[in-house]
């Protein structure tokens, strides 16, 4: 199977256009926030509909000091995954999603989680994220891009993988998680394949 994208090189910057914090005058401000081009083909005969999971594998564990200016997030401080995008029971007619398809702006309190006609949109960790801030505390579903904090030492690396499963819908209901997605396809997937692109807002990151 192989995954392609117009927007997203392999190994290099995510374009700001695809990002929910992009660089401004005064510091970090939302960005455009639009969900990349992505293109499959190649799947095995069987499969019956695919997943795509976009995970920073490079958040830090602990957010305590995040977008703090007196003070930095070391390079080798502890890091954890964060969603970005979760998309289920992908129809197996589709074999393509065009840029700003899922998200196309930043939205307060977020997009539902639920059908659309290019799959179910789940929960990415920015549900949890804001979930402490009243102007920006909701339901985050689908794609929400990288707002990666400003002091962190290193490049964060975002993973996207498409999965190509053995069934039609992994009944999952309308609230799941990545988490959830990654417990449900164990046993189910027939083929994956991956784009991995970086970004930062610390000029320094490395």
């Known amino acids: 199977m192989r995954l392609t994208s117009k927007t997203i090189v392999q190994d290099q910057p995510i374009p700001p256009e695809c ?29 019956k509909s695919y997943v795509i999971l976009a995970v920073d594998i490079d958040a830090p564990a602990n957010a305590d000091d995040a977008n703090k200016a007196d003070r930095t997030i070391p390079y080798d401080a502890p890091r954890t995954d964060f969603y970005h995008w979760v998309l289920a029971d992908i129809p197996v007619s589709r074999a393509e999603l065009s840029e700003g398809v899922d998200s196309d ?76 997605v990654k417990k449900a396809i164990e046993g189910h997937v027939l083929a994956e394949e991956s784009i991995t692109g970086v970004y930062s807002l610390n000029p320094s990151a490395r």
């Not at 992009?22 to 005969?45: F, I, K, M, T």
């Not at 402490?132 to 339901?139: A, I, K, L, R, V």
Request: aromatic share 12%; charged share 20%; hydrophobic share 25%.
């Open 105 to 180: 702006c930043l939205k307060a309190k977020g997009k539902e989680p639920g059908h659309t006609p290019h799959g179910e949109r789940g929960l990415n960790n920015y549900t949890e994220w804001f979930k402490s801030d009243p102007e920006m505390s909701g339901s985050y579903g689908g794609y929400d891009g990288p707002w990666p904090p400003f002091n962190d030492e290193r490049q964060h690396r975002y993973v996207f993988t498409l999965y190509a499963l053995d069934v039609e819908t992994l009944k999952l209901g309308k609230a799941f998680t990545g988490a959830d």
């Open 19 to 47: 990002a929910l914090g992009v660089a401004g005058p005064e510091g970090p401000q939302p960005g455009p926030n639009r969900s990349p081009h992505l293109a499959w083909s190649g799947a095995p005969a069987t499969t």
